[in-house]
């Protein structure tokens, strides 16, 4: 089964670009930037890296990231992991990025997105591996900085799809941001949100995500199974809900593997993604593999996650066709 979903065409829509760095690419960063770690060797710096929740594992992710500098640096990051998905046959990724968790510390807006964006034209001319950019404000950041970082964007428009929002959800509901996400509306921006799994008023935060900010997708959103009128208005609304299996089992208590099950049979869109893989050493294919593995899915599950994911990725009908088309006809040849 593992070869079946080796060359399984993906749908990678929940993937933090920041969680690509892995410790080699950290290093090589370092050494270019004239930066001095802590750690001697790859092995060390993974070693020294734990974390059991979602507010420790952020301590050690934004840490990491004070080697991106310059516009090669996150050009280097992005291609890294464009040229890695590509080998998994992931055909289409939508890859958030944390703009504040640069300028935040003085690296310019436009040095982060025009090395992304350059990842992203030249992995679809070499790999034929296309992406799009999702911009995500940090909630434990105020909703002023947010929306300064909106208005920052609106010259690079038509290089982002759309908005989410991440990191420590902890006392910052969606509703901190309500104007931001109607500003972003506004400019044409499609809008998504994290709700992390098991976090305080999990389910509080997921209708405020449907009442208030009226959100295209969820990022996480298994604890919407906890309340029934969640399940009906998102099943209601065809909304999508993109789920990391490997993630989960690092900050919560296990994959929620019945958790996607239930979702299928629910006839939820659900979708399998990897998060932040470099840390949780798992990119699409091995969180596949451990779903596969936890509930012993037959192919055609497989096939189906992909097929929602690539139902609910933010593209024109007629590109999502031509996925539809491919995922179909390897489904025929296995
Ligand atoms: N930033 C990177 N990974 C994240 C996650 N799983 N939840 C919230 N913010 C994140
Ligand atoms: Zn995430």
């Known amino acids: 089964m593992n070869d079946f979903i080796a060359g399984l065409p993906k749908c990678e829509l929940h993937l933090h670009i920041e969680g690509t760095l892995e410790p080699e690419l950290k290093f090589d960063l370092a050494r270019r930037n004239g930066i001095a770690l802590p750690h001697a060797t790859v092995e060390e710096a993974r070693a020294a890296f734990t974390f059991d929740s979602l507010s420790t594992f952020l301590v050690g992710y ?55 964006r350059r990842a992203i034209l030249d992995a679809e001319r070499l790999n034929g591996i296309r992406a799009q950019l999702i911009m995500c404000f940090l909630r434990d950041f105020s909703a002023e900085y947010a929306m300064a970082t909106l208005l920052e964007s609106l010259p690079y428009r038509e290089w982002i799809v759309g908005v989410g929002l991440d990191s420590d959800e902890r006392g910052n509901p969606p ?11 506004q400019e044409g921006y499609l809008l998504t ?78 979708t399998i993604n990897s998060d932040d893989p470099a840390y949780f050493r798992a ?29 609910i990725a933010w593209l024109p009908r007629s590109v999502k066709h031509t996925y539809f088309a491919e995922l179909d006809a390897y489904a025929r040849e296995r």
Do not use: W
Request: hydrophobic share 40%; charged share 30%; aromatic share 8%.
């Open 193 to 270: 949100m994290h709700c992390d799994v098991d976090q305080e008023n999990s389910t509080e935060h997921i209708r405020q995500c449907l009442e208030v900010i009226g959100v295209d997708r969820i990022d996480h959103g298994v604890n919407a199974l906890d309340d029934p009128a969640l399940v009906e208005e998102i099943k209601r609304r065809g909304l999508g809900l993109t789920v990391c299996p490997v993630s989960n089992g690092f900050v919560t208590d296990g994959s929620k593997a019945e958790a996607i099950r239930r979702m299928l049979d629910l006839d939820l869109r659900v």
């Open 62 to 116: 934004y840490g990491s990231m004070d080697v991106l500098r310059t516009e090669p640096d996150f050009y280097d990051l992005a291609s890294a992991y464009l040229t890695k998905a590509a080998a998994q046959n992931v055909r289409y990724a939508e890859i958030f990025f944390d703009p504040q968790a640069h300028t935040s510390r003085g690296v310019p807006f436009d040095v982060v997105i025009r090395g992304l």
């Open 283 to 311: 990119y699409v294919a091995e969180n596949l593999e451990l779903v596969h593995r936890e509930l012993d899915l037959p192919q055609d599950d497989l096939v189906r996650l992909e097929r929602n994911a690539f139902e």
């Open 175 to 185: 509703v901190k941001f309500a104007k931001v996400f109607a500003r972003a509306r």
